[in-house]
């Protein structure tokens, strides 16, 4: 899916936003859903959905998983454009 698409959903958008500006950060679905206020059903969701399309990486261990942003500069870049769009919008 296009970043800009994946972008276009508020839970994926707060999460992204959220890694974005926390790049060397890794967290549990309880746990970002805690920092973006939204429901962790909806987030755990939302974060695999980001995983599928390479923003997220997903740290997996037998009793739970982390999330933390991809390291792929171009994705980055793209998501740097898009929350910039936005901001000055």
Not at 6 to 14: H, M
Not at 67 to 88: A, L, Q
Request: aromatic content about 6%; hydrophobic content about 40%; charged content about 30%.
């Amino acid at each position: 899916m296009e970043i800009a698409k994946l972008l276009a959903s508020k839970i994926r958008r707060k999460i992204v936003a959220f890694f974005h500006e926390n790049q060397a950060s890794i967290d549990t679905p309880r746990g970002v859903a805690t920092w973006i206020g939204e429901d962790r059903s909806k987030v755990k969701k939302a974060l695999e959905e980001l995983v599928d399309a390479g923003v997220l990486i997903a740290h997996r261990s037998s009793s739970t998983s982390g999330y933390s942003y991809t390291r792929n500069p171009r994705i980055i870049s793209k998501i740097s454009e898009i929350i910039d769009e936005s901001s000055t919008a």
